[in-house]
């Protein structure tokens, strides 16, 4: 159990009364929280368990393996045997093929052992990446908690919600779904700089 895991319950409250807020009394015309509201696409409760459903945990086992298969793609290749004293038509055409199964394990830009070594670095990266959302995210719920805007959205509820409360569960609300958006914008990034890693390996 990290920070976030810890904060997030405490917080859920609050988020899911700035959800009730602005659902009865919407944000104020031309507030920022629209714009982030389509960036993420979610109310701030479910894009908070969005991030702490992130196990980064998961990438740190695999990429390991990954690298173990890399190796394994380059020692299978050195250990293809070259045709040595065998000769004529039928050697020359094993030792083409030879050359071509070892290009296809390793060395070459498209072999397996560079992809799973682009995978291992994507994994890597992409713990990186959940590790810091996390934290990114424990963070803001810790200042949401101590914030005016809790204050205002967690005394005495108005029906209809006041204009102060409708502020500060649309300045809450923007406070959480900007520190979210930017963050998956990062992995957006991580993701469309490893799209070749989706392309076919040419046989």
Known sequence: MDRLDQVL??????????EDVLE???????????GHLRRVRLMPADAARAVAELRPAALAEAEPELRAGARLCAGTAAALP???????????A????????AAHLSGGHDSLEERFEATADLAAA??????????????????ALTSAEALTLTGPASLPPTSAESV?????????????????AE????LEGSRQLADPIPL
């Open 9 to 18: 319950d405490s917080a859920t409250p609050l988020l899911r009364r700035a």
């Open 24 to 34: 009865l009394a919407g944000a104020p015309p031309g507030h920022p929280v629209w």
């Open 94 to 101: 094993y030792d083409d093929q030879r050359r071509r199964v």
């Open 187 to 190: 992995a957006e990034e991580l």
């Open 126 to 143: 992409l713990h990186d990446w959940m590790t810091r959302a996390r934290d990114n995210l424990a963070a803001v719920l810790a200042d």
């Open 82 to 92: 070259p045709p040595d004293e065998w000769e004529g038509e039928a050697a020359d």
């Open 168 to 184: 500060a569960a649309a300045d809450l609300t923007a406070h959480v779904l900007r520190a979210i958006a930017d963050d998956y």
